[in-house]
């Protein structure tokens, strides 16, 4: 059975900069890459969105949303840390 290849950003954005420019025909640049015409398609139109929310400011709300989604997250650590401390004291005195 054969494993999935797995592709880094930096590849990804390289071979949809390629496909971008116009240079290369889309089976030149599978060829080139030994990737999938279709999967080059995908990064492409991928690669397009993102420059599109660049400039839309999306960008921006994602790392905002993350950022407060990993506040959110510690706090509950610290809720959950003292709930833990508290019934670990409570069972040591029985």
Known sequence: MKTR???SAEFKAKVALDALTGELTLSELASKY???PN???KWKKQA???VV???SGKAKTTVN???SEVKDLHA???QLTIENDF???AFARR
Do not use: M, W
């Open 34 to 36: 030994n990737v999938h």
């Open 39 to 41: 999967q080059i398609t």
């Open 5 to 7: 290849r797995r592709f």
């Open 87 to 89: 019934l670990q004291k």
């Open 53 to 55: 929310d660049s400039f």
């Open 48 to 50: 397009k969105a993102g």
């Open 76 to 78: 509950k650590i610290g």
């Open 65 to 67: 949303n993350h950022e």
